[in-house]
Structure formats: C-alpha cells, structure tokens
C-alpha cells in the first residue's frame, strides 16, 4: 500500500510540475508578444527609405509607424515638468516586431537596426528582456530537474509494487499449475501498465478539478490534451519498462 501511495504522489507532483511549466511558458509567450524595438528617425526624408530597408531585413516581421498623437501622449505620460510640445521637434518612430525574440537575436537585430541610414536611436528594454529569458530558464531548468526526480521516484515505487505482485512472489506455484513464464510476464507487465494508467489519469483528474474549484476559468479547459495524452503515455510507458524488465525469482 505504501508502495501505492508514494508511486501517486509522485505522480500527482510530476503532473503538477508540468501544469506550473505550462502556466509560466503561457506568461512569458505573452511577454515575448509584446516586445518590440522602437526606432527614431530625425528626418522626414529619410523615413520612407528607412522603412523600406528595415523592412526587407532578416528577423523583422513588421514595421508600423507610431502616429504623432501617441508620442505626444507618451511624453506627457514620461515627463513631469510642464513643457510646450511645440518647442519640441519629435522626431518620426517606427515600431519594428522582430520575428525571433531570443535573447540573441533581439540583440543583434539592435545593432544591425542601428546601421540603417536615418535611423538615431533603437530602444527595446534590453534589461528586461534579459530578466524575462533568465527567469524562464530558471523555470525550465528547475521544472526539468524536479520532473527527472519524481520520475526517478515513480519508477522506484513502481518497481517496488510489481516486486509485491503474487505472481512474482509465487511464480513456483504458477509454474507448478502448468501456467509458463511467458504468460506470467505478460499479466505482469499487464498489471504494470494498467496501473501506471489509472495512477496518471487520477493525478490528472485532480489537478484538473482543484483547478476548477480554485480558479474557476471560464472555459473550464487548462492544458492541452496532447499534453494529457503524452503524460498518461509516457506513464504507461514507464510500467512496460518497469514491467518488462522484472526477473522472475525462478528459472524456467
């Protein structure tokens, strides 16, 4: 019984940790979503050749430009002294969203949009978007670590209930009843997988209803079913190996 309840915990932990990953991948998707470079232009003759050349270079998906009511806006919004907008020359702003957001190529898209003629300044929160990837590798690096242990621990518990298995302990007596080896590994690793499959589905199912009952979403759906399926897979995949690889305490 033991055995039972540390292979569900450990599986119940596993899943939990893969819906945490699927919660955090879905921020930061939304933050990787909203970054996006702006560039300044000083003159008006340069725009129109600046937007042509960005457009057509590598790793740039979209360019719009940002109309003069909405930087208007933005300095009120950023500076506290009163001023006379008029005494200002703005310069023209592009929005550029680039098409790969790593770390890297948001870096490297900076300085290649800086070689374009008539451009002055490229700003994208450079700081913060490091901050986002090392917090997500962070996520991914522990979520991976802690899915590999508790992994570990399904397997072991796992092992431990097929070594409790009458047909393991009394494979004598099968054999002595005319039953063979073959037939018993086979109902062995039968009853591997089948409960492999019902400790899964149980593990999914309460995680899926404590989040209905804590959350209340709308749409009363939190992961894909690919994930779902690929867990409850990869659970019965575990109990064929486990079960497969079990040694009779006999030999034929």
């Known amino acids: ?59 740039v998906a979209k360019v719009e430009e940002i109309a003069t009511a909405e930087i208007i806006k933005m300095l009120k919004d950023n500076i506290d002294e009163e001023i006379t907008l008029e005494e200002i020359v703005l310069p023209y702003v592009l929005s550029v969203h680039p098409s790969n957001k790593g770390e890297e190529d948001l870096k490297n898209l900076a300085l290649n949009l800086t070689k374009v003629n008539g451009v002055i300044d490229v700003l994208y929160g450079q700081e913060a978007v490091v901050d986002m990837w090392r917090e997500t590798r962070g996520v991914r690096v522990g979520v991976a670590t802690a899915n590999m242990f508790l992994l570990f621990i399904f397997i072991l518990s796992l092992s431990f209930y097929v070594n409790s298995l009458p047909e393991m302990r009394h494979s004598r007596v099968f054999l002595l009843h005319g039953r063979n080896l073959t037939s018993l590994r086979i109902k062995v690793i039968f009853r591997a997988i089948l409960f492999s499959m019902v400790v899964s589905l149980l593990s999914v199912g309460i995680t899926y209803f404590a989040y209905l009952y804590v959350s209340k979403p709308q749409n009363g759906v939190f992961l894909p079913k690919h994930w779902v399926y690929s867990f409850i897979l990869a659970m019965m995949f575990a109990g064929l190996l486990t079960g497969s690889s079990k040694r009779f305490p006999i030999s034929k």
């Not at 930061?28 to 057509?56: A, S």
């Open 1 to 59: 019984m033991k055995h039972t309840i540390t292979m569900f915990l450990a599986s119940l932990l596993l899943f939990l940790c893969l819906f945490y990953y699927w919660q955090k991948e879905i921020e930061f998707q939304k933050q990787l979503n909203g970054v996006e470079m702006r560039l300044f232009i000083e003159r008006k003759q340069d725009k129109n050749e600046t937007v042509r050349t960005i457009t057509n270079m590598e790793g």
